[in-house]
């Protein structure tokens, strides 16, 4: 059985810095593309992130600068370091797995003064 769960949200201020983390079980971890997803109150979830098998990443251009996706595949985890945080970055954070999932279960974000 294929199981996600993140960790590392939280409240945090404008400018800080989050990360968050997503361990992996019941797979070949590195064979797989891992993302991360987030949805906002009343909006539709939107990839943040990617990171396939290889290495490659890509961003949404809404991160791009500040955001860092990387992987552990000796710890069947997959980050993403999220630097700058602005209000706008607030939301529930979700970790999938590409490309036909399991959704972790979600970590809270909140971004505020």
């Known amino acids: 059985q294929v199981q996600l769960v993140e960790s590392g949200g939280g409240l945090v201020q404008p400018g800080g810095s989050l990360r968050l983390s997503c361990a992996a079980s019941?797979?070949?971890?590195?064979?797989?593309?891992m993302g991360w997803y987030r949805q906002a109150p009343g909006k539709q979830r939107e990839l943040v992130a990617d990171i396939i098998s290889s290495g490659a990443t890509n961003y949404a251009d809404s991160v791009k600068g500040r955001f860092t996706i990387h992987r552990d595949n000796a710890k069947n985890t997959a980050y993403l370091q999220m630097n700058s945080l602005k209000a706008e970055d607030t939301a529930v954070y979700y970790c999938?797995?590409?490309?036909?999932?399991?959704w972790g279960q979600g970590t809270q974000v909140t971004v505020s003064s």
């Open positions: 019941g797979i070949r971890f590195s064979m797989y593309g």
């Open positions: 999938y797995r590409l490309p036909s999932g399991p």
